[in-house]
């Protein structure tokens, strides 16, 4: 039998936070908001964004869109739903008609708290019975790979658009 530590050393980091993803995923399937049954998973995870940050700033399409690094067709679509089944409004700003708010319903509003506390108690399920500082280090090291890998794909991007 592999010893687990060498097993760990020897597992690639890409699928081990797919591994992670997925089982947050499944975690998350398994618990339905309230109200939510017709929205899909994503759509679920863009209410959660916009019920959380809309109590700080206003929430613009924009901001849906690099969140959750989406296009803005995917983003339009998205939200379009959202807003039919009565989660969502947008509403024009006064200094430019065409920039729409995205204004959480009342809705959206009831399933604010569950949705709070379904986060508490993932976050809890995750640092079980590991120390602070391993949960800190743990977030510094993903933050620097989200952020490499995002910069890394942005001059990719770029260098393709050079080619053509």
């Not at 995870?45 to 969140?67: A, G």
Request: hydrophobic share 35%.
């Amino acid at each position: 039998m592999q010893d687990p530590d060498q097993k760990i050393k020897e597992m690639h980091m890409g699928r081990l936070i797919h591994i992670l993803s997925h089982q947050m995923k499944r975690h998350n399937c398994g618990m339905p908001f309230d109200d939510t049954e017709e929205l899909t998973a994503m759509q679920r995870h863009v209410l959660k964004f916009i019920l959380l940050e809309s109590e700080h700033k206003d929430i613009y399409q924009k901001d849906v869109e690099e969140e959750f690094c989406i296009r803005k067709s995917t983003a339009t679509g998205i939200l379009k739903l959202m807003e039919e089944h009565g989660f969502i409004t947008r509403e024009a700003v006064e200094s430019d008609a065409r920039l729409k708010r995205i204004v959480p319903t009342g809705k959206a509003e009831k399933v604010h708290k569950f949705i709070m506390e379904h986060i508490h108690q993932t976050e809890a399920m995750l640092v079980a019975g590991i120390s602070e500082e391993d949960v800190l280090t743990c977030k510094k090291v993903m933050y620097l790979m989200y952020r490499i890998f995002f910069s890394s794909r942005r001059r990719h991007t770029r260098l393709q658009g050079d080619w053509s």
